[in-house]
């Protein structure tokens, strides 16, 4: 026999690979993403500041931004599934003898890079239409994202992967994730809005709020892996 | 390239359902199984219980005399290919054929994955081109070449030729009569009998989850007499 086990790092290594070289290319998830994340900052734009004098709040700002994310984000959860869906590439995935772990590792991280890519572009957006201070501390913001992003992808591939076979995923996918990232979504934006406040001092509060997020992210990935296999298989 | 693939006693259950009862037969490496029924006769979830993708709810299975669990190591011994082809739309055939030889820890997979796609003659057109492009029977040829790149020694077939036109579907059967004569096992579940009467040396009829047929013939089996085993079996009118 010519096989040999290969490591579970190169396999999630190669997961993620495969579904980075699909988006590179075809950009359908990126564009995807990103026009509708840039809706949401717009929409937002029109309703809340239009005919006022007054800035908004960092609160609110912050709460624009992590909208748009996880909005957006659930686009590219969906989309990265469809092509696990289309012409049944999942049964191969699963029939390889790579560890279920390591594909839902690969799906993470590519799922999260495409999202977090996303966010770069979206994020200095938020800092022009709403004048925020979003590079004052740009190193913890885009932790903050970045960790933010691997709690929701954590959680989403799960469920992205249960309802691969149904029909309705696509409004089932926001229905059922939504309520399971609600810690993800507060602490990301309770931390950005310590981070865009000028009044704040220091950045304890923040510090304190990224470690809540990092504390997510080890739940949100352990359950993820052990969830992983069962509804993958469909069993 | 010598085992047996039982099954002792293989049950499984949905719900109330009972897609197979108390199933027992092997096979053997170096023949061409078919595996005929109606539909609901249980022939997909005997295939999903081969690839270890499905749990039975009782039985054994076993291989060469080890009991198949669904660890991974298993997976390294079993090609697929079933009616949908398995592969990335999105990648062209080279890279389809490289992201499976490294999942599959292939050695030398740049080698050997440019062998597989001369082999299945897709070598030089066609190899940069997105999977996506291809005819339907291009992309079955390339489901093949990702099925048989870690050299399986059981290789399972779900309705391969259900999309093929009659070129494809010869060329299909000339593929599993060189992966037999490579003795390698091969389980063709099909709906078409005459496919089936023109490859396998082993014919398996299931109705209702229940084994109705079971034999082997060194000599194969003409297409007729396929149609009457079947018809008798099944109760197919």
């Known amino acids: 026999m010519r096989a040999r086990q290969t490591t579970w790092l190169r396999s999630a290594a190669g997961i993620a690979w495969k579904d980075l070289a699909i988006e590179w290319h075809s950009r359908e998830i990126v564009y ?87 966010e770069l572009v979206v994020t200095p957006l938020v800092g022009v239409f709403f004048s925020a201070p979003v590079a004052e501390h ?39 994730l939504f309520p399971v990232v609600v810690p993800v979504l507060m ?3 309770r931390g950005t809005t310590l981070l ?8 304890d509060p923040a510090v304190f709020w990224t470690r809540f997020l990092g504390a997510v992210d080890v739940i949100f990935v352990a359950v993820g892996v052990w969830a992983f296999e069962p509804v993958a298989v469909g069993e | 390239m010598n085992g047996e693939l039982s099954l002792e006693g293989i049950g499984k259950t949905f719900g109330r359902h009972r897609a197979l009862v108390d ?32 749990r039975p709810t009782s039985g054994r299975v076993s291989f060469a005399g080890q009991t198949v669990l669904r660890h991974s190591l298993v997976r390294t011994t079993i090609g697929y290919v079933g009616h ?26 740049h080698q050997r994955v440019d062998q597989m796609l001369e082999r299945v003659a897709l070598a030089d057109v066609r ?14 040829r390339l489901a093949l070449a990702r099925a048989l790149l870690h050299e399986p020694q059981i290789l399972l077939f779900d309705e391969p030729s259900s999309a093929l036109d009659p070129a494809g579907a010869a060329w299909l059967a000339e593929e599993l009569a060189r992966e037999r004569a490579a003795g390698r096992l091969v389980v063709l579940v099909t709906h078409d009998l005459d496919a089936a009467a023109a490859v396998a040396s082993h014919l398996v009829i299931l109705r209702r989850g229940r084994l109705a047929f079971d034999e082997r013939r060194s000599a194969g089996f003409a297409a007729p007499e396929v149609r009457a085993l079947y018809e008798e079996r099944t109760h197919a009118r």
């Not at chain 1, 560890?99 to 999202?115: F, V």
């Not at chain 1, 000028?198 to 950045?203: K, N, S």
């Not at chain 2, 949908?84 to 030398?108: C, I, K, M, S």
Request: hydrophobic share 55%; net charge neutral; charged share 15%.
């Open chain 1, 32 to 118: 995807t993403m990103g026009f509708l994340a840039t809706l949401v900052v717009l929409v937002f734009s029109f309703a809340l500041v239009a005919g006022q004098d007054s800035k908004l709040g960092p609160g609110t700002i912050a709460g624009i931004l992590w909208v748009a994310v996880l909005f957006s984000g659930t686009v590219a959860l969906s989309r990265t599934f469809d092509r696990e869906r289309e012409g049944e590439a999942i049964r191969s995935l699963l029939l390889s003898p790579v560890p279920r772990s390591a594909i839902y590792a690969g799906k993470l991280a590519a799922t999260s890079c495409i999202m977090f890519f996303v």
């Open chain 1, 138 to 176: 740009a190193a913890w913001l885009a932790l903050q994202l970045l960790l933010g992003t691997i709690g929701f992808a954590a959680a989403g591939v799960v469920f992205s992967a249960a309802l691969l076979r149904s029909r309705s995923r696509d409004a089932l996918l926001g229905a059922l």
């Open chain 1, 187 to 189: 602490a990301g934006a």
């Open chain 1, 196 to 203: 865009l406040d000028a009044e704040v001092p220091d950045l």
């Open chain 2, 23 to 54: 199933l027992t037969l092997s096979f053997s490496a170096g023949e061409v199984a078919a595996v005929l029924g109606p539909n609901g006769a249980g022939k997909s979830t005997l295939l999903g219980i081969l690839s270890t993708l499905v």
């Open chain 2, 84 to 109: 949908e082809p398995g592969l990335y739309g999105d990648l062209t055939a080279r890279q389809n054929l490289q992201l499976f030889a490294n999942l599959y820890g292939v050695p030398d997979a």
């Open chain 2, 127 to 140: 190899r940069d081109a997105i999977a996506r492009t291809f005819s339907r029977g291009m992309q079955q």
